[in-house]
């Protein structure tokens, strides 16, 4: 079993950053691609970025780049999403995953969410002024 904690979320201004946290429980970690996933109320969850285990291979949704980047610290089994330039549609609920599926690692894609086994509870981000 793999657990994932989120953090970092809050209220920030437009224009504003955060910076999101996963933090995993297992040693194994490096061998899961990890997802950032948002939520809005009356809205489907929607992929947002993605790194593989190895770091190598990043995703980012449209929506998103030029503005998030990803990345993670293997050694302390946390993955970060970096949030600039926020907008109030970036309102949302923001959830980390975690895939073990060789498809996901070598593509990083988002799009079939029932490839990440492994889902934290999320974290809350508001834009807002």
């Known amino acids: 079993q793999l657990e994932l904690v989120e953090s970092g979320g809050g209220l920030v201004q437009p224009g504003g950053s955060l910076r999101l946290s996963c933090a995993a429980s297992r040693f194994t970690f490096k061998n899961y691609a990890i997802g950032w996933f948002r939520q809005a109320p009356g809205k489907e969850r929607e992929g947002v970025s993605c790194?593989?285990?190895?770091?190598?291979?990043?995703n980012f949704a449209d929506f998103v780049k030029g503005r998030f980047t990803i990345s993670r610290d293997n050694a302390k089994n946390t993955v970060y999403l970096q949030m600039n330039s926020l907008k109030p549609e970036d309102t949302a609920v923001y959830y980390c995953?975690?895939?073990?599926?060789?498809?996901?690692?070598?593509?990083?894609?988002?799009?079939?969410?029932?490839?990440?086994?492994?889902w934290g509870q999320g974290t809350q981000v508001t834009v807002s002024s």
């Open positions: 790194i593989s285990g190895s770091g190598v291979r990043k």
């Open positions: 995953a975690a895939s073990g599926y060789t498809s996901v690692e070598a593509t990083c894609g988002m799009e079939q969410k029932t490839l990440f086994t492994y």
